[in-house]
């Protein structure tokens, strides 16, 4: 479908700094209370518990960037691919 202007690429996100890690309330806050643990320090402890090789969740804003940036005339002869934002969890060889 590439010579009908069609281009197939996706951003796959990881682990990602959203309400969902940050809320006391939320799935993190439930972990951490079950790791016996404060939030911030449960947030702290967890890149590494995951492996995460930057050291740190996604932002938002990254990730958004990125879509941005492939949504334009400046991507427009990338095609066939999948862009991880994972920080490194999954490891490539």
Known sequence: MGRHGV??????PGPTRTQNWS????M???LA????LDLD???????GRMGITTGRLAEPEGTAALVAFL???HAANITGTDYRVDGGVIKTV
């Open 7 to 12: 281009r197939a690429v996706t951003v796959s």
């Open 33 to 36: 209370r079950e790791a016996g």
């Open 23 to 26: 809320d006391p309330s939320s």
């Open 71 to 73: 949504a334009s005339p």
């Open 41 to 47: 320090t449960f947030l702290a402890e967890l890149p």
């Open 28 to 30: 993190a806050g439930d």
